[in-house]
Every structure is written in structure tokens, then in C-alpha cells.
């Protein structure tokens, strides 16, 4: 999962070649137009790795009320995933959100044999202050909600990966452990708090809170900090073999270069085995 704070020119063709070897890639914030909503097959990218699924068509501003709007002009969401190992024929489902939601959210179900996932990329818009405060709430109300739709209307084989830029920090909560968060005495904001709810029911754990000990996705200029998460079922946790923030890639994918210090998101590295398994199956049904 990566934040690539746009695409353009061969961003994309670097990206690629840099996490080739993995077979899903949730890109976020990439400033980018999608291919059109209804082509499911994805866009093939000449000498590339991956099949594009940028199904979510671009907005470069939402409205949900009146005169409050907000720039979506960093938005888009974009999931790769590798030719070698999952065929086109295995996109059971693609799962676009409402207009006001595109660019923001997008996800896919992949079937086959052996796995049975929903890869879900979500864009949380940063927070704000003053007249754009509504539009903020609402925004993160309706993404939680749509999320809440998509993962409810999965089978119970079906596991739920989410990559999301929550914008927003998650702090362990004593009702929900299994959420994950880092451990602090801090109130979470409004984002986290609607966030966490989503994951408690669900029973979902941000895994790179509790694997990787933690480590900030964000660098600023002032202060880094985790906004960004990779979640999963609370039960496919011990088959997770690897979760990581990636320093070295990072550095390698930075769209602009700033002397003596880095300044963008860090890539999240998620390793697991997600073949179906009969007693998790019977687990979630009980």
C-alpha cells in the first residue's frame, strides 16, 4: 500500500518495477484520471507487471451540501495487480463508489481455487477547519459508510484487505484491542474515531500498528507521523509473515527531492498467506 502523491510522467513505470514481485499494489493519491468505470477487464500497461484497475473515475471536486466543496485534486485510486499470478478472468468483482466518492475509494474481489480477496484502497481527505469542517464530516461519514456497505456484502470466504491514507492518527482503544493502534493516552480525532468503529465491527486489525512496531508513513517538514494502514481480518493476524514500512524504496519512489530530508509518505509492505482456509470459514459464520 502507497501513497504515491501522483503518477504522472513514468512514476507509474517505477512503481512498478520497484514492487514487481508482489502481487497486489494499492496506489493512493495518484492525482491521476482512472479508465472508465465499466471496463473490468483493467488497462494492460504496455511492458508493465501489473494490470491497472483505476476504475473509479476522477473528480477534481466533491460536493455533498450547499456551498461547501473541497479540491479532490490529489485524489485517485489505483490497484495493481501481477499479470504473472492473477488472471483477468479471476476479477469477480469490481467495486466502484458513489460519484461524490470517486477518486477517494475503489476496491476489487479476486476469486479463484485458492484465494477469495477484496483489495479496498481509501483516501481520507486531511482535516479542516472553519466553513469546509461540514464538508470534511461528511466526507468521512460517507467513505466509512461506503466501506461498511462493500465489506458487508462480502461472503464470509471473502477476506477484506484495506490500504488507507486515514489522515488521521489510531490510538489503541481498551473496548477493541484487536483493532490495533498505537499505544498513547491520546483522543483520537474525528477520521480515527469513525475509522476504528468500522474495524471494530468488522473485526479488523490495522496490522502495521501491531507488526513493524509502528513505524511513521509520513515525513513533513516539521514532524513525521502514522497516518497510513494496512488492515486485515483480526484472524488472518498469525499468518501475516511480514509487515514493514519500506525506508529504502521511498527514497527511490519520492516525486520531488528535498536537500538533506525526505518529505512524503513511506510504502507499507504486507506479507501473508491468504489461501482459503476451511477453519476460518467456519469461524466467521459462528
Known amino acids: 500500500m502507497y501513497n504515491a502523491n501522483n503518477v504522472g510522467g513514468n512514476r507509474y513505470a517505477e512503481i512498478d518495477d520497484k514492487f514487481k514481485s508482489n502481487d497486489i499494489v494499492i496506489l493512493i493519491g495518484t492525482s491521476q484520471a482512472a479508465c472508465t468505470q465499466h471496463q473490468c477487464n483493467?488497462?494492460?500497461?504496455?511492458?508493465?507487471?501489473?494490470?491497472?484497475?483505476?476504475?473509479?473515475?476522477f473528480c477534481r471536486k466533491s460536493n455533498y451540501g450547499n456551498e461547501q466543496s473541497m479540491s479532490n485534486k490529489s485524489c485517485g485510486v489505483t490497484i495493481g495487480i501481477r499479470n504473472k499470478t492473477i488472471k483477468a478472468k479471476c476479477i469477480h468483482e469490481v467495486m466502484t463508489p458513489p460519484k461524490p466518492l470517486q477518486g477517494r475509494m475503489g476496491g476489487l474481489r479476486i476469486v479463484n481455487d485458492h484465494y477469495d480477496i477484496a483489495p479496498i484502497g481509501i483516501y481520507f481527505p486531511p482535516k479542516t477547519y472553519g466553513k469546509e469542517r461540514i464538508h470534511y464530516t461528511n466526507t468521512v461519514d460517507a467513505l466509512c459508510k461506503e466501506l461498511d456497505k462493500c465489506i458487508c456484502k462480502l461472503p464470509t470466504r471473502c477476506t477484506p484487505i484495506i490500504g488507507t491514507d486515514l489522515n488521521d492518527q489510531l490510538y489503541r482503544c481498551p473496548a477493541s484491542p484487536q483493532s490495533g493502534g498505537m499505544n498513547s493516552e491520546n483522543?483520537?480525532?474525528?477520521?480515527?474515531?469513525?475509522?476504528?468503529?468500522?474495524?471494530?465491527?468488522?473485526?479488523?486489525?490495522?496490522?502495521?500498528?501491531?507488526?513493524g512496531m509502528s513505524e511513521h508513513t509520513y515525513f513533513g517538514a516539521r514532524s513525521s507521523s502514522l497516518i497510513d494502514y494496512l488492515c486485515m481480518p483480526s484472524d488472518c493476524t498469525e499468518r501475516i509473515k511480514a509487515c514493514k514500512v519500506l525506508h529504502g524504496a521511498a527514497h527511490q519512489l519520492a516525486p520531488f527531492e528535498k536537500v538533506n530530508k525526505f518529505m512524503d509518505h513511506k510504502p507499507i509492505l504486507g506479507l501473508c498467506d491468504l489461501r482459503l482456509r476451511h477453519d476460518r470459514i467456519k469461524k466467521r459464520k459462528s
Open 42 to 57: 483493467g488497462r494492460k500497461l504496455e511492458h508493465h507487471e501489473f494490470r491497472e484497475f483505476g476504475y473509479n473515475r
Open 187 to 211: 483522543i483520537e480525532m474525528y477520521a480515527a474515531n469513525a475509522f476504528h468503529t468500522i474495524l471494530a465491527k468488522h473485526k479488523l486489525t490495522a496490522v502495521n500498528t501491531i507488526i
